[in-house]
């Protein structure tokens, strides 16, 4: 009954091929050998197994994680994000605390793991690196929780840049991220675009995004409201002036099957990762370290890292390089390295703080059809298609006043009514009967100062590294901001994508990178 059930619910050549590789690769590892000398002369072997109960057991068993993986994959489908008991793990290597380390990542989210999957892929035996993540289940983190945009249309040529590498790394994933056991990994990218839509106000600024876009290599085109109504004949282009529609590389993809993916190969390459949260830093006094703007013989270096383990236990980690990509709790990690709370330099707190973001989940039977496009208005209400049945996904960034307390990831379905659903009613006629089905909530890494990723190093320390506050554009940039912070360390230099401008000085020298969008 279970079985039929199954099959009925998901795809049934997916189901089959998850058993079949699951049982194949149980068969392989039924058969081992045991070194005669360590085993005592008292032992004796277990009398062998009736080999059709063995079979009928192990079935049982793949049968029970088949179960939980079909659930998961229903459960998204109607729009409630579950992700616990997914993870894969790795026990500590020779099943020892790592007390040392090279580099330690300071979060294992898509951005952490991808900084950890570059620098072991580029040099695999020569260093060690070690992922301290709080939440292993993932359950709340932003990643899991987000949309999965990909789009090229941003204003900055740093930006730009690192979309266009996002969606070549996702186009070439399996060659990327493939591990010898597992399927290959698949996003499941969806490529149906972008559409954003600009008022009279912001229509040249549009075109000039547009421009800057196709000249790095992006595919896209600008339609003028009877063009929009030709090609989109769903929308109400009252009050739209100009849009523009990603061509190529534009779309959505699964956040969780990405980080997935970065996670096991990194543990395949050898690193390590720890389930604990970073309580705090130890300081080692360098007092022939001259720097610029510190008294000589008074600098000190970040040396180690503290961990609350799951046991409540507190260990430390020593390493020689440190890197914050803890999402929107970066900030509360760099104030344990004294950033924002000591003198010249250190005076300066990483303004990266979680903002709360809701995602409703509506149906519309007879709403826009399967290839329509992740659509913006002026307003910045969004809303994209979710599967076969009718199901759209929306949401909108509230305004400054409106911003939701981040004390849990309870959503106010008010707001959807109030800020999301007259916007998208309006612009999409067939949207004015609609109600929401689910719901979920997620934290931005807001950062406060220009809402642009800060990547690079520190000014102050010489071995802590920075990689946060992309404020809802991370997951698309994950990629290519790994491969930065890999060649930072290892090349000294960013040597594909130039992101000087996007390092901690620009707090320093007061120099903001503003995107100039219109959404």
Known sequence: MFISTMFKAVNTFKCRKFIKVKFVNLYKNACFCTNKSEVSSSYEPPKPENPFKRTFRILGNDMKTAKNKVQSFITKVQGVREVTNKVPKSPYRDGV????????????????????????????????????????????????????????????????????????????IKQHLSVEGHDPPDVQFTPFGYLCLASEEGAQQLEENANLQKKLGAKNELLTPVKLKQKFPWINTDGIALGCHGLENEGWFDPW????????????????????????????????????????????????????????????????????????????????????????????PLPVEPRKRYVFCINCK????????????????????????????????????????????????????????????????????????????????????????IVGPHPYYTNLYIATGFSGHGIQHSPAVGRSVMEMILDGDFETIDLKRMSFDRLITDTPLIEQNIF
């Not at 759209?392 to 509230?398: A, E, K, L, T, V």
């Open 257 to 348: 099957s990405l980080l997935y993916a970065f996670k096991t190969k990194a543990l395949s390459l050898g690193v390590e990762y720890v389930d604990g949260e970073a309580v705090g830093f130890e300081f080692k006094k360098m007092p022939d370290m001259l720097t610029e703007g510190v008294e000589p013989g008074s600098y000190e270096a970040v040396e180690k890292v503290l961990v609350k383990t799951e046991s409540g236990e507190l260990r430390s980690i020593k390493f020689g390089f440190v890197i914050i990509a803890a999402g929107p709790h970066s900030a509360r990690v760099a104030k344990m390295a004294r950033i924002g709370t000591g003198e010249g330099m250190l005076s300066i």
């Open 97 to 172: 605390f790592p007390e040392h380390c090279d580099i330690a990542i300071i979060g294992g989210g898509a951005m952490g793991s991808s900084i950890a999957y570059w620098l072991k892929q580029r040099a695999p035996n020569a260093i060690t690196v070690t992922v301290i993540e709080k939440d292993p289940s993932y359950v709340d983190a932003s990643t899991v929780l987000s949309v999965g945009g990909l789009r090229q249309q941003f204003s900055l040529e740093e930006n730009i840049r690192m979309s266009l590498f996002g969606a070549e790394f996702l186009r070439n």
């Open 366 to 453: 007879n709403g826009p059809g399967l290839n329509t496009p992740l659509t913006i208005d002026p307003s910045g209400a969004y809303f994209r298609r979710e599967g076969l049945a009718g199901n759209y996904i929306c949401g909108r960034s509230p305004l400054p006043e409106e911003e939701p307390s981040v004390d849990n990831l309870d959503v106010d379905y008010d707001f959807f009514d109030k800020n999301v659903w007259p916007i998208l009613a309006k612009r999409v006629p067939a949207f004015e009967s609609v109600k929401v089905k689910s719901a979920w909530s997620g934290y931005y890494e807001y950062n406060t100062y220009d809402e642009n990723g």
